[in-house]
């Protein structure tokens, strides 16, 4: 008990002596002093505010593509079910006419669909990239202050302590500094 007492007087002391920023910045800090550190870089980018901003866009969007996919299945459908209705009435060559017409168009609207869900994952790796490549200042600065040489992705670790992931931190640091939004533009 008096421990835990003890750190908490020395860090209220110096809080108020007014001693040099970095002391300061070493008692508040809440990143683990150790010459490795890990990160899952996936949850840095689906827990901070920026992610789950963009995953929430892109399930919107996908939500929208599947409505026009099913809204499409359902045309296609019914012309098909009208096309299998003419057969009996129609000279065979303007039926295969039809049907081949019929299946162009359908394949059509598969690699349209397939486009559009592909697009839909390049979005989501361009704003996952640019977040990481954003967060990179933020892993140096805890680098430095973990006096760390190298941050490992966690899945990559065979085996590690749970206390040298950095990944609850980076999240942090990342919604004070960008929130839900990137500056792309800042130099």
Same mark, same amino acid.
């Given at each position: 008990?008096?421990?835990?007492f +003890?750190?908490?007087?020395l860090?209220?002391s !110096?809080g !108020?002596?007014g001693l040099?920023?970095?002391? +300061? =910045?070493q008692?508040?800090?809440d990143v683990?002093?150790?010459p490795v550190?890990? %990160?899952?870089?996936? &949850?840095l980018?689906?827990q901070?505010?920026?992610?789950?901003r %963009?995953v929430?866009e892109l399930?919107?969007? @996908?939500?929208?593509?599947?409505a026009? +996919?099913?809204?499409?299945?359902?045309d296609?459908?019914?012309?098909?079910? #009208?096309? *299998?209705?003419?057969r009996?009435?129609?000279?065979?060559?303007?039926f295969q006419v039809l =049907?081949e017409?019929?299946?162009?168009k359908?394949q059509?609207a598969?690699?349209a669909?397939?486009?559009?869900?592909r697009e !839909?994952?390049? +979005? &989501?790796?361009?704003? @996952?990239?640019?977040?990481l490549?954003?967060?990179?200042?933020?892993?140096a600065?805890?680098? &430095?202050?973990?006096?760390?040489?190298?941050?490992?992705?966690?899945?990559?670790?065979?085996?590690s302590?749970?206390?040298?992931?950095i *990944?609850? #931190?980076?999240?942090?640091r990342?919604?004070?500094?960008?929130?839900?939004? !990137?500056? *792309?533009?800042?130099?």
């Amino acid at each position: 008990m008096r421990g835990p007492f +003890k750190a908490g007087l020395l860090a209220l002391s !110096l809080g !108020l002596s007014g001693l040099g920023g970095d002391l +300061k =910045a070493q008692v508040q800090s809440d990143v683990p002093r150790s010459p490795v550190l890990t %990160i899952d870089s996936e &949850r840095l980018f689906s827990q901070s505010a920026y992610g789950r901003r %963009i995953v929430a866009e892109l399930e919107a969007e @996908r939500q929208v593509l599947i409505a026009e +996919k099913e809204a499409l299945e359902a045309d296609l459908e019914a012309e098909e079910l #009208q096309l *299998t209705q003419q057969r009996p009435n129609l000279p065979a060559a303007e039926f295969q006419v039809l =049907a081949e017409a019929f299946d162009a168009k359908v394949q059509q609207a598969r690699r349209a669909q397939d486009i559009k869900s592909r697009e !839909l994952g390049q +979005k &989501r790796d361009d704003a @996952r990239g640019a977040f990481l490549n954003f967060s990179l200042p933020v892993l140096a600065e805890i680098v &430095r202050e973990a006096n760390a040489v190298a941050i490992l992705e966690r899945g990559s670790v065979f085996i590690s302590a749970d206390r040298i992931d950095i *990944t609850d #931190q980076a999240i942090a640091r990342m919604d004070v500094r960008v929130g839900d939004q !990137l500056d *792309t533009n800042a130099d």
